[in-house]
C-alpha cells in the first residue's frame, strides 16, 4: 500500500513530477500530519533535481522508488526548466530547504515530533538547536548524524531505532540516492510516521557549516554554480548538468511521445 498525493504529473526522463503548487503540496503535508491511522503508511516526498533523473535513467532500483514514492517535487531549475521545454507548463519549485523549515513550523503548531538522520557528527544536533529556536514548541524526538550512508536500519542503535518509530516526521540526509534508498528500505518499519523526505545538504544550511547560494544564485537557478565554487569536488556531479539539458533538447526536438500523464494516484483520504 501507498500514499500518493493526488496531481497531474510531468514525466521528466522517467520520473513523474508532480504538478501541484506549493500551497497545494502544503496542504497534502498538514493534512497528513493531522491524520494519526497509523495503518496509512509514510508520506513519502522526493524533491527531484536533474542529478536524480539522470541517475534514475542508470539506476533501475532508484528509478522504481521514484514510481513508488507519494510525491516528487520539482527541487532543482533544471527541472522547471524542462517542464516548460517539454509542456510548455510552470511549475513550483518546492526544495528539500524550504520544505523541513516550513514542516517544522506546521510540526510545532501542530504539536508533532521530527527526527533529524544524516549529515556529519554533530551537524544535525545543530540544525535541531536551530530549528527549536526558530520554531518555539517544536519536539525533535532525537538526531543521528553518522555520515554513514548505511542502509540497514538494524545497525542503526538500539535508542536511535526507537527515537526514529517515535517520530512523525523524519528527515533523511544521506544525499541522493542513498537517503531515498534507506527511506524505501526503512518506512515500513515507522508505524509512528506520517511523513519523511530526503533533504540532501539542508542541516548544513541550517547549522550554518555549509553557506546556501546568495539569493541572486538561487532565483537566477545558478545554486549549483554556487556549490560548484564552494566545494569543487562537486565537479564529476556536475557534469550530469549538460547531460540532462542534451536529453531534454533532443526530446524536446523529437516531439515524440510527449504527453502529461493521466493521473493515476490514489487520493489521499480513499485511502484513510
Ligand atoms: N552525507 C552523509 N553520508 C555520506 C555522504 C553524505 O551523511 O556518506 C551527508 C552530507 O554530510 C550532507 C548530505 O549527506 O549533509 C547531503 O550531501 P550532498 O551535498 O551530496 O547532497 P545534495 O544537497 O547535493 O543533494
Same mark, same amino acid.
Given at each position: 500500500m501507498?500514499?500518493h498525493?493526488?496531481s497531474?504529473?510531468?514525466?521528466?526522463?522517467g520520473?513523474?513530477?508532480?504538478?501541484?503548487?506549493? /500551497?497545494? *503540496?502544503?496542504?497534502?503535508?498538514?493534512?497528513?500530519?493531522?491524520?494519526?491511522? /497509523?495503518?496509512?503508511?509514510?508520506?513519502?516526498?522526493?524533491?527531484?533535481? =536533474? /542529478?536524480?533523473?539522470?541517475?534514475?535513467?542508470?539506476?533501475?532500483? *532508484?528509478?522504481?522508488?521514484?514510481?513508488?514514492?507519494?510525491?516528487?517535487?520539482?527541487? !532543482?531549475?533544471?527541472i522547471?526548466w524542462?517542464?516548460?521545454?517539454?509542456y510548455?507548463?510552470? +511549475? #513550483?519549485?518546492?526544495?528539500?530547504?524550504?520544505?523541513?523549515?516550513?514542516?517544522?513550523?506546521?510540526?510545532?503548531?501542530?504539536?508533532?515530533?521530527?527526527?533529524?538522520?544524516?549529515?556529519?557528527p554533530? +551537524?544535525?544536533?545543530?540544525?535541531?538547536?536551530?530549528?527549536?529556536?526558530?520554531?518555539?514548541g517544536?519536539?525533535v524526538?532525537?538526531?543521528?548524524?553518522?555520515?554513514?550512508? #548505511? %542502509?540497514? *536500519?538494524?545497525?542503526? =542503535?538500539?535508542?536511535?531505532?526507537?527515537?526514529?518509530?517515535?517520530?512523525?516526521?523524519?528527515?533523511?540526509?544521506? !544525499?541522493?540516492?542513498?537517503?531515498?534508498?534507506?527511506?524505501?528500505?526503512?518506512?515500513?518499519?515507522?508505524?509512528r510516521c506520517?511523513l519523511?523526505i530526503?533533504i540532501?545538504?539542508?542541516?548544513? *544550511?541550517i547549522?550554518g %557549516?555549509q553557506?546556501r547560494a =546568495?539569493?541572486?544564485?538561487?532565483?537566477? !537557478?545558478?545554486?549549483w554554480?554556487y556549490r560548484?565554487?564552494k566545494?569543487?569536488s562537486?565537479?564529476?556531479?556536475m557534469?550530469?548538468?549538460p547531460l540532462?539539458?542534451?536529453?531534454?533538447?533532443?526530446?524536446?526536438?523529437?516531439?515524440?511521445?510527449?504527453?502529461? %500523464? #493521466?493521473?493515476?494516484?490514489?487520493?489521499?483520504? /480513499?485511502l484513510?
Amino acid at each position: 500500500m501507498n500514499t500518493h498525493v493526488e496531481s497531474e504529473t510531468y514525466p521528466i526522463l522517467g520520473v513523474n513530477i508532480s504538478a501541484c503548487s506549493k /500551497e497545494e *503540496f502544503f496542504v497534502s503535508v498538514k493534512e497528513r500530519l493531522q491524520n494519526s491511522d /497509523e495503518t496509512l503508511p509514510p508520506l513519502f516526498v522526493v524533491t527531484v533535481n =536533474p /542529478e536524480i533523473t539522470i541517475q534514475s535513467i542508470i539506476d533501475n532500483q *532508484f528509478n522504481k522508488i521514484l514510481q513508488s514514492s507519494s510525491i516528487n517535487t520539482a527541487d !532543482g531549475v533544471g527541472i522547471s526548466w524542462a517542464v516548460k521545454q517539454l509542456y510548455k507548463k510552470s +511549475v #513550483d519549485r518546492i526544495t528539500g530547504s524550504d520544505s523541513l523549515e516550513k514542516i517544522c513550523a506546521e510540526c510545532a503548531k501542530l504539536d508533532q515530533s521530527v527526527f533529524l538522520y544524516g549529515a556529519a557528527p554533530g +551537524v544535525a544536533d545543530k540544525a535541531a538547536a536551530v530549528l527549536v529556536a526558530r520554531n518555539p514548541g517544536l519536539r525533535v524526538e532525537g538526531v543521528y548524524s553518522p555520515f554513514s550512508r #548505511d %542502509t540497514n *536500519f538494524d545497525r542503526l =542503535p538500539v535508542t536511535t531505532q526507537i527515537e526514529l518509530q517515535n517520530a512523525s516526521v523524519v528527515f533523511v540526509a544521506l !544525499g541522493a540516492p542513498s537517503q531515498e534508498k534507506w527511506i524505501y528500505a526503512n518506512m515500513h518499519k515507522l508505524s509512528r510516521c506520517r511523513l519523511i523526505i530526503g533533504i540532501g545538504g539542508s542541516f548544513d *544550511f541550517i547549522a550554518g %557549516t555549509q553557506k546556501r547560494a =546568495p539569493i541572486m544564485f538561487r532565483k537566477t !537557478g545558478l545554486e549549483w554554480m554556487y556549490r560548484l565554487y564552494k566545494d569543487p569536488s562537486r565537479w564529476r556531479r556536475m557534469l550530469r548538468l549538460p547531460l540532462f539539458a542534451l536529453n531534454i533538447l533532443l526530446l524536446k526536438a523529437s516531439n515524440t511521445t510527449i504527453q502529461k %500523464t #493521466d493521473t493515476v494516484n490514489l487520493p489521499q483520504k /480513499e485511502l484513510a
